[in-house]
């Protein structure tokens, strides 16, 4: 919060230099920074915020019952009225861009067989040139719980198979061998991982399961090696499946993946005022709660007048910008 209101982090109380500042300058100065500098403009940032909470609802009502939220969504025009492929396809961008999706539920209802046009337009999202195989079913299973029945597992697997097999991967020659070895390395990952597995699997058994299935031929065994090592050393972990250091580790990696579907950071390039009003309207209970439990619980006395001034910004930059609640 200090950084945030300008105030200075371990010195004693001086001019605020942050939002409670800006908003004293003369009106035409602020506008005209804001103006060389804001990326976005307040109306396409409001526009980005609704759309984010309408999101986020449709996603609550689909955890809830996944017709309401489908419903809701083509009430607020997010999907199309019908239920043809356009409708398919923005429905599976919804399922694949929202993160607050029940991953459990998620599997479930894509491996449905009446889900099967969903299924592959949500596989077809994903971009596995260049990938090996195991690496693309990683990429894959890290986004919905993986369902237990072997059927809705066929039936992912099937349509993840014909989408990797078109991205023109090297080392399989059919549709079918990509799906086996999909299918084999489920197994693998269990048998390598499960705790309730005493003899784990070796390499040689591993290739003499996969012979004569790549249109005929064995897979080349420096590739089947490099499958085999990988899921040996690093389990996929299913999204909710794990509480401990393995669900722990998939978690990092996904707040620190580098997602291509995510754009880059709109940056300021410098100092503006023109978002202050929102950023205030969203963090200003925060911030009061902070400095209010800093008040009760501190004894310091230059704590109490970092937080004392801190109060005097806050309620300051409040009253600019109307907002009477605070």
């Known amino acids: 919060w200090a950084q945030l209101l300008g105030l200075p982090s371990s010195s004693p109380p001086v001019e605020p230099a942050g939002m409670s500042k800006t908003c004293s300058r003369p009106k035409s100065h602020v506008a005209g920074v804001a103006k060389a500098t804001a990326p976005l403009s307040i109306v396409q940032l409001e526009d980005r915020k609704k759309h984010k909470e309408t ?28 239920n043809g492929s356009e409708m398919t396809i923005q429905l599976a961008q919804f399922l694949r861009e929202t993160p607050t999706i029940n991953k459990k539920l998620l599997g479930e209802f894509i491996a449905k067989p009446s889900n099967l046009e969903v299924l592959q337009a949500y596989i077809q999202q994903f971009d596995f040139s260049g990938r090996r195989l195991d690496e693309a079913m ?8 993986l369902p237990g029945e072997s ?67 064995d897979f080349r065994s420096g590739f089947l090696a490099d499958v085999y ?24 990696r996904e707040v620190s993946a580098d997602d291509s579907q995510v754009g880059p950071w709109a940056s300021t390039r410098g ?10 309207a969203a963090t200003w209970p925060r911030l009061l709660l902070s400095l209010a439990r800093i008040l009760t619980h501190f004894n310091s006395d230059q704590t ?15 009253a600019h910008y109307g907002l009477s609640a605070c």
């Open 138 to 145: 990683r990429s894959l299973l890290g986004t919905f719980r």
């Open 304 to 318: 109490l007048r970092l937080a004392l001034s801190g109060l005097h910004a806050l309620v300051a930059t409040a």
């Open 151 to 217: 059927q809705q597992i066929e039936r992912i697997m099937e349509a993840f198979s014909a989408t990797y097999f078109a991205s023109g991967p090297s080392d399989i020659a059919t549709k079918d061998a990509a799906f086996i070895l999909a299918y084999a390395i489920i197994m693998l990952n269990t048998d390598q991982h499960s705790p309730q597995v005493k003899g784990r699997m070796k390499i040689e058994h591993f290739a003499r399961n996969l012979r004569n299935v790549n249109d005929g031929q």
């Open 271 to 280: 100092i503006t005022a023109e978002y202050d009003r929102c950023l205030l």
């Open 55 to 82: 999101m986020m609802h449709a996603a609550k009502l689909f955890n809830e019952k996944p017709k309401d939220g489908i419903a809701y969504l083509q009430r607020v025009g997010a999907l199309a009225p019908d």
């Open 229 to 252: 090592n990988a899921i040996r050393d690093r389990e996929i972990v299913f999204p909710e499946e794990h509480d401990g250091e393995a669900g722990f580790e998939f978690a990092w």
